[in-house]
């Protein structure tokens, strides 16, 4: 299946006098919820879904337990899990450097290979607007600001780096 885009007129904020340019922003279909997930693979497995949101549950519990241990969450094909902070105020020198000049933490995700192949084999489709369609089920451009996973900055490395 193809991924839905959308386009999106932006400005070069360092460059105010310059015309929007267009860019393609990617647009889902809807939200899939860890019960349907579960539901999904229990349909094709041997495992119950209160088996599969009890495991998703203790998998989640322990990358955050292994990130705050300093490590690297390495999870297999799914990718890793790390940490990295954010300098709020740097100083001239290592002396007048504090911990209160750092000014969060966020955690960063790096796909594993089946995601990155995912990203470089993907088909685009312009979406068009059904003006008959409920708009309350109406997808929204992703913005990475749905507190649902992924790394909490909105901000996804480019995998085919």
């Given at each position: 299946?193809?991924?839905?885009?959308?386009?999106?007129?932006?400005?070069?904020?360092?460059?105010?006098?310059?015309?929007?340019?267009?860019?393609?922003?990617?647009?889902?279909?809807?939200?899939?919820?860890?019960?349907?997930?579960?539901?999904?693979?229990?349909?094709?497995?041997?495992?119950?879904?209160?088996?599969?949101?009890?495991?998703?549950?203790?998998?989640?519990?322990?990358?955050?337990?292994?990130?705050?241990?300093?490590?690297?969450?390495?999870?297999?094909?799914?990718?890793?899990?790390?940490?990295?902070?954010?300098?709020?105020?740097?100083?001239?020198?290592?002396?007048?450097f504090k911990t209160?000049?750092?000014?969060?933490?966020?955690?960063?995700?790096?796909?594993?290979?089946?995601?990155?192949?995912?990203?470089?084999?993907?088909?685009?489709?312009?979406?068009?607007?059904?003006?008959?369609?409920?708009?309350?089920?109406?997808?929204?451009?992703?913005?990475?600001?749905?507190?649902?996973?992924?790394?909490?900055?909105?901000?996804?490395?480019?995998?085919?780096?």
């Amino acid at each position: 299946m193809a991924q839905n885009y959308t386009l999106m007129a932006r400005k070069n904020l360092l460059k105010p006098d310059e015309t929007p340019k267009y860019y393609a922003v990617a647009r889902s279909g809807r939200k899939v919820t860890v019960k349907e997930v579960c539901k999904r693979i229990s349909e094709r497995s041997s495992y119950s879904k209160g088996e599969l949101e009890g495991c998703i549950g203790e998998f989640l519990l322990e990358i955050v337990n292994v990130l705050d241990e300093g490590n690297i969450a390495q999870m297999g094909d799914l990718g890793n899990f790390r940490m990295s902070i954010k300098t709020g105020t740097p100083t001239d020198t290592v002396k007048e450097f504090k911990t209160s000049c750092i000014d969060k933490g966020k955690v960063l995700f790096y796909p594993g290979s089946d995601l990155r192949k995912l990203c470089k084999t993907l088909d685009y489709t312009l979406y068009k607007n059904d003006s008959s369609a409920d708009s309350d089920k109406d997808p929204l451009p992703d913005d990475g600001d749905d507190n649902q996973g992924g790394s909490g900055s909105g901000v996804t490395p480019d995998p085919s780096v």
